[in-house]
């Protein structure tokens, strides 16, 4: 093969073009929009006018912080969000841990990776808590309810930190405290992302002298305007999306694979397959050497093929979590792309298939 084929855009995705040109229009000022001169004024405004394109894109009305993408937002409202209380989802990123700290209560979830409401109720029943939730987790694609908690979050004196990287620019925003999101998963460039708070009362400053004092360091206006870009641009067709993964999902299962959360709400860009009897290391290999692209999960620690913890807590069988894919799509996939995977992974399920048979 010789043009490769990438279907990992769930860990990032080609910059596109409104968002380079987003950010050549930046580099063309080169004040320091802190500084006080007319440079600085300058690229101050065209920080301002990113910020505002991006409230307007999402609908949001209240404020916006730039920081370096979605974990540092996380980290931002674990470490200064005003509730004694810290709770996470167990299907949660990886930064979630250590945002939130050792003393957290982490919620379980059923086999679909839907959040225990029960427990959430009970651990809502214990005094306000920081609650963070995603909106799409990023190995399944699964969509919480964070319309039915976020009332019962409220109501008990707590609040949401909704974790929308995935589902930013591809679905509308949930009504959460805190909301994560960042560039480089919807057609920006990498090291941008915002944290969108609802209230400045809840999060206590914590340390900066920019973004309100949230962050250090001069902020990346260039970036800022490429992610502003990319969100106003809204790239991504979801009825065509959802179109792909029904094509990826009945070829899979016509050779022997399995759906993940196959019966719960997904986002339509995100695809979690399982070869019972494969090997995600053996199936990668694999696959790449076909041009193929895709994933065992999240690229978010250090890039290394780990056992996937969001797996381990659906309390998935061991052949399907050891045989675990997910594919996600761009703008540009196509029905040849996912054709083109089809075709390797029924190579692929033969070959387990004679092997365990042997």
């Not at 041009?291 to 250090?302: E, F, L, N």
Request: with cysteine; proline share 6%.
């Amino acid at each position: 093969m010789t043009t490769r084929i990438y279907l990992d855009h769930a860990s990032t995705t080609p910059v596109i073009a409104a968002a380079k040109e987003a950010m050549t229009r930046g580099f063309e000022h080169w004040g320091n929009p802190n500084s006080p001169h007319a440079e600085g004024r300058g690229s101050r405004a065209l920080l301002e006018e990113a910020r505002e394109t991006i409230r307007q894109a999402l609908g949001w009305r209240h404020d916006v912080i730039f920081t370096s993408g979605a974990s540092e937002s996380v980290e931002i409202v674990g470490r200064c969000a005003t509730p004694a209380g810290r709770t996470y989802g167990a299907t949660e990123h990886a930064i979630l841990p250590h945002a939130m700290g050792s003393d957290s209560i982490v919620l379980p979830v059923d086999r679909n990776g839907l959040i225990d409401e029960v427990a959430l109720v009970d651990v809502l029943s214990r005094g306000p808590s920081l609650v963070a939730i995603q909106q799409v987790n990023n190995e399944t694609g699964l969509i919480q309810p964070l319309d039915r908690f976020y009332p019962m979050i409220r109501e008990s004196g707590s609040l949401l930190l909704a974790d929308c990287a995935q589902g930013a620019s591809k679905l509308p925003l949930p009504d959460a405290d805190f909301i994560a999101i960042c560039a480089h998963k919807l057609g920006g460039p990498p090291g941008i992302g915002a944290l969108l708070v609802k209230d400045l009362a809840t999060l206590r400053a914590c340390g900066g002298g920019q973004e309100k004092g949230y962050r250090r360091g001069t902020q990346d206006m260039p970036s800022a305007l490429s992610f502003a870009a990319a969100l106003a641009a809204k790239p991504y067709n979801m009825d065509r999306m959802s179109a792909l993964r029904e094509r990826l999902e009945q070829g899979v299962k016509q050779a022997g694979g399995i759906i993940i959360a196959e019966a719960a709400p997904r986002v339509p860009t995100i695809g979690a397959i399982a070869l019972p009897g494969g090997t995600s290391a053996s199936m990668l290999v694999q696959l790449d050497l076909a041009g193929i692209a895709v994933s065992a999960g999240s690229a978010c620690s250090s890039g290394k093929a780990k056992a996937s913890h969001v797996l381990a807590a659906m309390n998935l069988p061991d052949d399907v979590s050891a045989g675990f894919l997910r594919l996600s799509f761009g703008p540009d996939t196509s029905e040849a792309d996912v054709d083109a995977f089809l075709a390797e992974f029924g190579k692929i399920a033969q070959r387990t298939l004679a092997s365990r048979a042997a």
